[in-house]
């Protein structure tokens, strides 16, 4: 990680995570249409707000590769800032202007996840749960069958999408992947005061904590723990979040009747996802997406199916693969 930590390495992981970033969202809005699912969505961008005006002076690196990608994006000044979230007119003084990327969208993923599962096994998908992958069984150069604590399951492909958990089961075959959990913490709070909560989704730069709304909610994300599988509760990691909210948000939400929850982000020292074949023919990785699993989660499925159908994928994914590493 550290040795990825140089503008030049910067600018090369941040332009292949744009690459399949946009990509993905294209692919959303594609599915969206083509299946009808809904799932609070929002589509009024992104405001990375800085709270400093070395932060804005410093987002040069960042605005080349947006243009690389022709990713719209616009820079604006305090007033700019409020006229897209009207709500941070009462903490003017917080903040000194924004980075907004108005093509960028929110929405609630587990709503989203939920509701593509029944549309999936309405068309026939089969969802088995509650059961534990034990190993990942070769034979000849091929997977054969995954063990579980319920018995064998054997097919045609398998990809392993397995998060944070992925390199466990991979380690046995001989293939080590870079993959990390590094837990990450979260409020739901409910709103009180609609005009006072954000439009979409704020990026406090200066705490790293996104702020997004999500129908009659607002979602507050962030901290990076580098650590175990453990998913426990530190009361401590909550301040930045409360923090923030407090700070930009102060009449938005009710913090007092916040669900508090944590989750590990497959993070690899690089940033970029794992996504494509491996030395065993019939095994594919889709993995590693770090904190972005979600935002680039239907272009690395596509880009996997297309992989496996032969068929070449519509983006570049050649330095998304595992091989990047040797
Ligand atoms: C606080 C927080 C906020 C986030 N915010 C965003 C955001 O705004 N936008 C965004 O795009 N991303 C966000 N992320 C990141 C996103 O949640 C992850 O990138 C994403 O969940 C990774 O998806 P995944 O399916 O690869 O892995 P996971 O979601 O980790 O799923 C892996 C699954 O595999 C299961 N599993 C593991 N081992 C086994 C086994 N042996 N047998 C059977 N099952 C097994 C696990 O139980 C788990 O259900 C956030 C993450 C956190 C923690």
Redesign the pocket.
């Known amino acids: 990680m550290l040795r990825n930590c140089t503008a030049a390495r910067y600018a090369v992981n941040k332009a292949r995570m744009v690459g399949i970033a946009e990509y993905s969202r294209d692919c959303l809005r594609a599915l969206r249409t083509e299946i009808g699912i809904s799932y609070d969505e929002r589509s009024q961008g992104t405001l990375q707000l800085f709270r400093k005006q070395a932060q804005l002076d410093a987002i040069g690196g960042d605005i080349e590769v947006l243009k690389q990608y022709n990713v719209p994006y616009e820079v604006l000044d305090r007033d700019g800032c409020i006229r897209v979230e009207p709500a941070l007119a009462a903490v003017r003084e917080r903040f000194v202007g924004g980075l907004r990327l108005p093509d960028d969208e929110?929405g609630d993923?587990h709503l989203f996840t939920q509701r593509l599962e029944r549309i999936a096994a309405e068309r026939g998908v089969k969802f088995v749960y509650d059961?534990?992958?034990?190993s990942v069984d070769v034979s000849g150069g091929r997977v054969a069958q995954v063990a579980?604590d319920r018995g064998a399951l054997a097919a045609d492909v398998y990809v392993m999408?397995?998060?944070?958990?992925s390199p466990?089961?991979l380690r046995p075959l001989g293939i080590d992947i870079p993959v990390y959990p590094v837990?990450?913490?979260?409020l739901t709070v409910p709103i009180t005061d609609k005009n006072a909560a954000p439009e979409s989704t704020i990026m406090d730069e200066t705490y790293k904590v996104?702020i997004?709304r999500l129908g009659d909610r607002i979602r507050v994300?962030?901290?990076a723990e580098v650590g175990d599988y453990q998913v426990r509760l530190r009361p401590s990691r909550r301040a930045p979040l409360d923090r923030s909210l407090t700070d930009l948000f102060p009449r938005g939400g009710d913090l007092s009747r916040a669900t508090f929850?944590?989750?590990?982000?497959?993070m690899t020292p690089d940033g970029p996802p794992i996504i494509g074949p491996t030395r065993f023919e019939n095994l594919h990785l889709?993995?590693?997406?770090?904190?972005?699993?979600?935002?680039?989660?239907c272009g690395a499925a596509r880009v996997v199916a297309d992989q496996i159908a032969g068929v070449v994928p519509e983006v570049p994914a050649a330095d998304l693969s595992v091989a990047r590493y040797t």
């Not at 837990?183 to 979260?186: A, E, I």
């Open positions: 929110t993923c059961t534990t992958i034990q579980t999408a397995l998060g944070s958990f466990l089961l837990k990450g913490y979260s996104a997004t994300g962030g901290t929850w944590s989750g590990l982000r497959p889709n993995t590693g997406h770090g904190t972005l699993g979600w935002t680039m989660a």
